[in-house]
């Protein structure tokens, strides 16, 4: 492709802000436009960001031809259908975390894409974080011998967007909406090497109100070469975001802290305007984060999916990594719901996860 990518963003939450930031430090691809059902919502975001094209209805935004890839950053249960339209208008696409509601959605999505000739990636941005890019590099290295653990838990008092707290719209609670970070870092640190079996506990301890779903979860993941994984996930830390991983090594370990190790400690009478993601004050002592979408790989991620769609490479994260994520994450509902260890494969027909925890028959 010789001229810049044009891009399209779908959405204009929490997520697309973020994309919208990202792309102002790629050289290669410009933002063209935005498209977010909401009356006036997306012409508002325009002007905030200076994209020149704002719409309500995604099929005109699909129709322009100087959009060659667009992001999905909609509510989870709209995925399906948006890629299914975004690949028939012969759009590369990019589909933010999690990947779908259920396995047959991420079926259809992979096949549309195939079918269409269109580049299918997924926003895993752990795969991209420069800590963590670092902290693969010493296990790729053998700094840290054979790799025999790994651990990541991401933590916060819970999500920006009011579907996540709906287990209809969302299709699970935090195993859902942050487990799935954890296990597709956890096959890219291990080589993707598949995943022999899950085993998951779930709670609702702290948000009864606010919804149906698990506010915390605790998933032990087995792979086929005898790496074992533990992600730690919860909606219930107050005082702003927490992302860690560690890997335990044969010959060495190592512990990586994604905001902890770059902020601005900070202690202040009065609070301070932004100190990090989900803080939910910042009167005394909070952590004040700098470049903190660069601290989390956003704009690396993005990046490399431009160059993936200008220069017709593979991507580091696929549809097919977003699918494998999807299992895993079914499993977890599973183990959950049965409280015994599930092995994978594994194929559930079920609408959402969350119905294999608490909706069985």
């Given at each position: 492709?010789?001229?810049?990518?044009?891009?399209?963003?779908?959405?204009?939450?929490?997520i697309?802000?973020?994309?919208?930031?990202?792309f102002?430090?790629?050289?290669?691809?410009?933002?063209?436009?935005?498209?977010?059902?909401p009356?006036?919502?997306?012409?508002?975001?325009?002007e905030?960001?200076?994209?020149?094209?704002?719409?309500?209805?995604?099929?005109?935004?699909?129709?322009?031809?100087?959009?060659?890839?667009?992001?999905?950053?909609a509510?989870?249960?709209?995925?399906?259908?948006?890629?299914?339209?975004?690949?028939?208008?012969?759009?590369?696409?990019?589909?933010?975390?999690?990947?779908?509601?259920?396995?047959?959605?991420?079926?259809?999505?992979i096949?549309?894409?195939?079918?269409?000739?269109?580049?299918?990636?997924?926003a895993?941005e752990?795969?991209?974080?420069?800590?963590?890019?670092?902290?693969?590099?010493?296990?790729?290295e053998?700094?840290?011998?054979?790799?025999?653990?790994?651990?990541?838990?991401?933590?916060?008092?819970?999500?920006?967007a009011?579907?996540?707290?709906?287990?209809?719209?969302?299709?699970?609670g935090?195993?859902m909406?942050?487990?799935?970070?954890?296990?597709?870092?956890?096959?890219?640190?291990?080589g993707?090497?598949?995943?022999?079996?899950v085993?998951?506990?779930?709670?609702?301890?702290?948000?009864?109100?606010?919804?149906?779903?698990?506010?915390?979860?605790?998933?032990?993941?087995?792979?086929?070469?005898?790496?074992?994984?533990i992600?730690?996930?919860?909606?219930?830390?107050?005082?702003?975001?927490?992302d860690?991983?560690?890997?335990?090594?044969?010959?060495?370990?190592?512990?990586?802290?994604?905001?902890?190790?770059?902020?601005?400690?900070?202690?202040?009478?009065?609070?301070?305007?932004?100190?990090?993601?989900?803080?939910?004050?910042?009167?005394?002592?909070?952590?004040?984060?700098?470049?903190?979408?660069?601290?989390?790989?956003?704009?690396?991620?993005?990046?490399?999916?431009?160059?993936?769609?200008?220069?017709?490479?593979?991507?580091?994260?696929?549809?097919?990594?977003?699918?494998?994520?999807m299992?895993?994450?079914?499993?977890?509902?599973e183990?959950?719901?049965?409280?015994?260890?599930?092995?994978?494969?594994?194929?559930?027909?079920?609408a959402?996860?969350?119905?294999?925890?608490?909706?069985?028959?």
């Amino acid at each position: 492709m010789d001229k810049k990518v044009g891009v399209g963003l779908i959405g204009s939450g929490f997520i697309g802000s973020i994309h919208a930031d990202s792309f102002k430090k790629i050289n290669d691809a410009d933002i063209l436009a935005v498209t977010s059902p909401p009356p006036g919502q997306a012409q508002k975001f325009a002007e905030k960001h200076q994209i020149p094209k704002h719409f309500t209805d995604l099929d005109e935004m699909l129709a322009l031809e100087e959009i060659d890839m667009v992001i999905i950053g909609a509510p989870n249960f709209v995925h399906c259908e948006i890629c299914l339209k975004a690949a028939a208008a012969g759009k590369h696409i990019v589909v933010e975390k999690p990947f779908c509601l259920n396995m047959a959605e991420a079926d259809k999505m992979i096949e549309a894409c195939k079918t269409a000739g269109v580049k299918l990636m997924y926003a895993e941005e752990l795969c991209f974080t420069p800590k963590y890019v670092r902290l693969k590099s010493l296990l790729d290295e053998g700094a840290l011998g054979k790799p025999i653990m790994l651990k990541q838990s991401e933590k916060h008092d819970g999500p920006h967007a009011d579907h996540f707290w709906d287990v209809e719209r969302s299709g699970g609670g935090v195993t859902m909406d942050m487990g799935c970070h954890a296990f597709q870092f956890f096959r890219w640190l291990n080589g993707n090497n598949p995943v022999k079996s899950v085993y998951a506990q779930m709670s609702t301890t702290v948000h009864m109100e606010k919804t149906k779903g698990e506010d915390n979860s605790i998933i032990i993941l087995e792979f086929e070469n005898g790496v074992t994984a533990i992600a730690e996930e919860s909606w219930t830390k107050p005082g702003g975001m927490d992302d860690r991983a560690e890997i335990h090594g044969s010959e060495g370990v190592a512990y990586a802290d994604v905001l902890q190790g770059n902020s601005i400690q900070t202690y202040s009478n009065k609070g301070i305007g932004y100190a990090v993601e989900k803080a939910g004050h910042t009167v005394g002592w909070s952590y004040t984060m700098y470049e903190e979408n660069w601290n989390y790989g956003f704009p690396q991620e993005m990046e490399h999916f431009v160059d993936c769609v200008k220069n017709d490479k593979e991507p580091l994260v696929t549809g097919e990594d977003g699918r494998a994520v999807m299992e895993i994450i079914f499993a977890a509902y599973e183990s959950a719901g049965t409280g015994k260890k599930v092995e994978l494969p594994f194929r559930s027909d079920a609408a959402k996860p969350y119905d294999l925890w608490k909706n069985r028959d």
